[in-house]
């Protein structure tokens, strides 16, 4: 008999406030005898109809709800941890409530912020009452779900708790495994090794930074910068052009992801150091082109700031946000190559170079927006700054085209130890 494609895969059971939810007591065992590990994540809705103790009793861990867990290691980015961790996360059964914040993005529970890190593809099985089923809305959103990459099984056909018939039941424990196990087939298949993952970067690990950071001051209002990313997002695309294995954390932009790469989106500042630390050291070249905000409001509000009197000025507080790259080169890796960028209006060379000895960097790459062409835009006119060796000017060329002769720069003088 082959092995199941469940058997020792990691796999998330997300379960909400529906009437089917002790089905999911049913899902539980079906994962674990076919050798999977088991995290099961509830929403407080769900723990009214069903308790956590069977289902961690199932699973054999703990069952999680809150995002902000009371231990004391401080561990609150246990969601992402899980969204890497995962093979596959299943929703089920999901409540019109559920499918809706997933469709919009919500993370307001440890379930919905884990379906939002999830790597792994996510399997959405709707449960509830036939007219909530049908409504346009719930409709529109497993749509969205569908836009959103995420897999959506039909409700099935059957008698309703409400006392209806209709379609609305969460589909069978035995039809969500065996699509469980098909969707694990294909994404491993999607995981193949590439061929293109040849060329004189094969082997090596990439970590790029772009974009802007967003700091909120409250719901409705940011400070941010009009960086679009897409010189970070060149850098990435050039990086596993040449065959690295590519992370890129970017803060919001407009672009697509590059193909064969790892993108890793994030909001403000902490949100772009954390994601960067928890993967320096696994980074052979680190290109932090993002442009990362300095400040951020001391204390964001949690509602919209009314308008002051015409005359009053209205006082938002700042204080420093992490200096990522400073920390990366506090810790540098031995062989690993960290390479900064610096937008400078005045004496940009003396300052850059200042900065490259500060922050413990290996090249600088230098540009002065007030320059035409250069800075924020899809050109750069840039001189790159080394730790030993000569400053080089290059010309106005697209963002595409630096980051090939950044590449070729930093790869001469630092080749891929592997080559
Ligand atoms: O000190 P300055 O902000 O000019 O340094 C620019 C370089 O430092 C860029 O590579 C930028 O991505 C990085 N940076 C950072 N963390 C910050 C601010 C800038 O890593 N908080």
């Known amino acids: 008999m082959s092995a199941s494609p469940l058997s020792d895969r990691h796999l998330i059971l997300g379960v909400t406030g529906s009437i089917a939810a002790y089905k999911a007591a049913l899902l539980v065992r079906r994962f674990k005898t076919a050798g999977a590990e088991v995290q099961v994540l509830m929403t407080s809705a769900a723990e009214r109809f069903v308790p956590a103790l069977t289902l961690g009793t199932l699973s054999e861990r703990e069952v999680l709800t809150d995002i902000f867990p009371e231990n004391e290691d401080g561990s609150w980015t246990q969601h992402v941890t899980l969204g890497e961790w995962a093979d596959a996360f299943v929703v089920a059964p999901a409540t019109a409530q559920t499918i ?120 409705v209002r940011m400070l941010t910068n009009p960086s679009t990313g897409t010189m970070g997002y060149a850098l990435a695309r050039e990086a596993a052009r040449r065959g690295a294995s590519v992370t890129l954390v970017s803060g919001p932009t407009a672009l697509s992801p590059p193909e064969a ?40 509000s949690d509602s919209k700031h009314k308008k002051t009197e015409e005359d009053a000025p209205l006082t938002v507080q700042l204080r ?76 106005l060329l697209p963002k595409a085209e630096v980051a090939e002769a950044l590449l070729d720069r930093v790869l001469a003088a630092a080749p891929h130890r592997s080559q």
């Open 261 to 300: 790469v790892d993108v890793v989106r994030v909001d403000t500042a902490r949100e772009m150091n954390d994601a960067v630390q928890a993967r320096r050291e696994d980074a052979d070249y680190v290109f932090m082109a993002a442009a990362v905000a300095d400040y951020t409001p001391a204390h964001p």
């Open 320 to 395: 420093r946000t992490p200096d990522i790259l400073r920390t990366l080169g506090a810790h540098k890796q031995p062989g690993q190559v960290l390479v900064g960028f610096a937008l400078e209006t005045d004496a940009p060379r003396r300052h850059a170079r200042r900065k490259l000895e500060q922050k413990n960097l290996d090249w600088i790459v230098v540009n002065n927006p007030a320059e035409d062409g250069a800075g924020f835009g899809p050109t750069n006119r840039v001189t790159l700054l080394r730790r030993d060796g000569p400053p080089e000017s290059l010309p």
């Open 100 to 219: 809706a914040k997933l469709a919009h993005g919500f993370c307001d529970s440890m379930l919905t912020a884990t379906a939002l890190s999830a790597r792994a593809p996510v399997l959405v099985c709707p449960a509830m009452d036939r007219e909530m089923y049908r409504h346009a809305a719930t409709q529109r959103n497993l749509e969205r779900l569908r836009d959103n990459g995420y897999k959506v099984m039909p409700a099935a056909h059957g008698e309703l708790a409400s006392g209806l018939e209709g379609q609305g039941r969460m589909p069978a424990p035995k039809d969500i495994a065996a699509r469980v196990g098909a969707l694990i087939e294909t994404s491993a298949d999607d995981d193949a090794p590439s061929p293109q993952l040849s060329g004189p970067l094969a082997g090596a690990h990439v970590l790029v930074t772009a974009g802007p950071t967003r700091e909120p001051i409250d719901p």
